[in-house]
């Protein structure tokens, strides 16, 4: 394994991570808590095999490149022109807090200035793929809330480009003792500032003005020629390449290239299909990022110096979180909002590490300082999906506080509109639709214009609306979800028609729907030959395999030309 260290690196991980990952599922607990475990295995702090916790770090640059790209391709400019209001002074106003709350933990032990400071700082900005998975995994990427969290990503973004650039001439200075103040020349950090802010101008005039052009149509020609395997090479050359180059040429992050090579990207038509082409890719090196920030912990100093770890993660989860959650209120916005933004914050990650890395390179930040940092945010990692569970358990609370709030109100345009509190339906006989996508639609509107009773479940606000237009019942949340099913009143349905792409989703709706309703004629759409066998398991009565009844209507119209 010694000669092929990436090849050991990406299988070790890869391979524990689903180990861990089975485990923590069995043991009720988040997938990424075994992500993290295979990286505390496969560490240096740990006996036994050690991964290259160099190699591991790149990797896992990847997954958060492939990521952000994703992000950037459902996220116009407008998106993120439309909470620049609330990002930029929310992020700078969260960061400051944090920054201040941490410089005072190093004043009371005894840290020096510089020290506090390059701490307090990296205490203050989140992970990107932590806040991004969690988004996801909640579908809040295309509501206010997660247009706000993604322009809060992308100011702290930017505000670590230019502490990056900018830390060791401030840091020779804080660190100069009493003659550090006369080597500090501010036309020198005024330069620099200058200089930092003159290149990303300049990249996002860039893609602005050639990568809104120039992406869609390398796309577009590729696409033309009908081969898959070009296709995808083509989108990965884009996120990648625009990515290294940004990071290369004008001395932005990774991410932020990666992002709006995805912004570019996304003016295409064929931006769904660049999404489907990643995503495999995305989540492999996702994993790997879990992973090698596990490497990265030395739980010994969890044992020697455990009040001062929990300082830190307390900054990170409560410090960070109330500053957030004024912020928010303060803008006016609903409490479920804010409530999301400061949970989404209270953690960090892939930043934190790089900025108290160069603190300790430039002697800044004492070792036994980093190790407390990346312990604290491990732990803020294992907390945040049990504090995401808290806000999901608050959420029929927060349902009707809001409804009772804006009663027969007309909602502003810059409030999110409010979730409904889920209503058994009185429909008997009815065919229940989940999922309103082509295939849901064509069977939707074939059976309402037929005259049988429908009620479809779906939780895209714009398909919602024109379902009602049309007078179409409509139960507005995820179809996974156990009260979205029992609110559809499976019991008294004549049908259950499935048809969510996703074979994991669309399976846990079968089985769901099986146990309420042993009776119920289930029917539902798979994309593979497994995911058919999976529905049938699951107690689907037929499943329809795209391929086939393709070929069986090709068939049938070649009989009929020869009749």
């Known amino acids: ?90 992020a700078l106003g969260q960061m400051a807090v944090a920054t201040v709350l941490g410089m005072l933990l190093g004043w009371g032990l005894g840290w020096p200035f510089a020290q506090g400071f390059v701490f307090g700082l990296a205490l203050s900005v989140a992970s990107t793929v932590v806040l991004l998975r ?43 003792g009493e003659s550090g103040a006369a080597t500090l020349s501010f036309a020198a950090i005024a330069g620099t500032v200058a200089l ?16 809104k052009r120039l992406i869609p149509w390398i796309l577009k020609v590729v696409a033309h020629t009908g081969s898959r395997e070009l296709f995808r090479l083509a989108v990965l050359a884009i996120a990648l390449g625009v990515a290294f180059g940004a990071a290369g040429l004008f001395g ?60 830190a993660l307390s900054i990170i989860v409560i410090g960070k979180s109330l500053a957030a959650f004024g912020i928010v209120l303060a803008f006016g916005r609903p409490l479920r909002t804010a409530l999301t933004i400061a949970t989404s914050l209270a953690q960090i990650g892939e930043f934190s590490f790089i900025l108290i890395g160069v603190g300790v390179a430039q002697n800044l930040v004492s070792k036994e300082a980093q190790d407390v940092l990346l312990a604290a945010a491990i732990l803020s990692i294992l907390l945040n999906p049990l504090l995401f569970k808290l806000l999901d358990r608050a959420k029929p609370w927060l349902d009707a506080r809001e409804a009772l709030q804006l009663g027969d109100a007309v909602v502003p345009a810059s409030i ?12 008997r006989g009815h065919v229940v639709v989940a999922g309103y996508g082509r295939v849901g639609r064509l069977v939707g509107e074939t059976l309402h214009g037929r005259g049988n009773a429908v009620l479809v479940l779906e939780e895209e606000q714009e ?32 049908a259950l028609v499935v048809t969510v792409p996703d074979a994991f989703e669309s399976g846990e709706v079968v089985r769901v729907a099986r146990l309420a309703n042993p009776q119920l004629q289930i029917i539902a759409r798979a994309d593979s030959d497994a995911s058919m066998a999976h529905l049938q398991q699951q107690g689907a009565d037929l499943v329809v395999l795209a391929e086939p009844e393709l070929a069986r209507g090709m068939l049938e119209h070649l009989g009929a030309l020869q009749h």
Do not use: C
């Not at 260290?5 to 990406?10: D, E, G, K, V």
């Open 1 to 90: 394994m010694h000669d092929a260290p990436l090849i050991a690196t990406i299988v070790s991980g890869i391979v524990l991570a689903f180990v861990f990952a089975a485990i923590a599922y069995k043991l009720r607990l988040p997938p990424l808590a075994g992500y993290l475990m295979a990286g505390v295995v496969v560490g240096p702090f740990t006996p036994g095999y050690v991964a290259d916790g160099h190699l591991a770090h790149q990797l896992a640059e990847l997954g958060v490149v492939l990521l952000m790209f994703g992000v950037g391709l459902h996220f116009s400019l407008k998106d993120l022109l439309s909470v620049k209001n609330i990002a930029i002074p929310g």
């Open 134 to 176: 969690a988004m996801d995994e909640r579908r809040l990427m295309e509501t206010e809330r997660g247009r706000i969290a993604i322009g809060w990503l992308i100011v702290e973004d930017l505000a670590m480009v230019l502490a990056l650039v900018l830390l060791p001439a401030i840091g020779l200075a804080l660190g100069g």
């Open 196 to 211: 930092t802010i003159g290149k990303v101008v300049l990249f996002v005039a860039m893609m602005l003005v050639v990568g």
């Open 252 to 311: 932005v992050s990774f991410e932020l290239g990666a992002f709006f090579a995805g912004m570019m990207m996304g003016e295409s038509k064929l931006a769904q299909r660049a999404t489907e082409e990643t995503l495999p890719l995305r989540d492999a090196f996702a994993v790997l990022f879990f992973v090698s920030i596990g490497m990265l912990f030395n739980y010994h100093v969890v044992l020697t110096e455990p009040l001062v770890v929990l300082a």
């Open 416 to 427: 999110e509109p409010v979730s409904e509190i889920l209503v058994t339906s009185a429909l």
């Open 463 to 494: 398909r919602v609306a024109m379902l009602r237009e049309q007078g179409i019942e409509t139960i507005v949340g995820n179809a996974a979800r156990d009260d979205v099913l029992e609110a559809a009143n499976l019991i008294q349905a004549r």
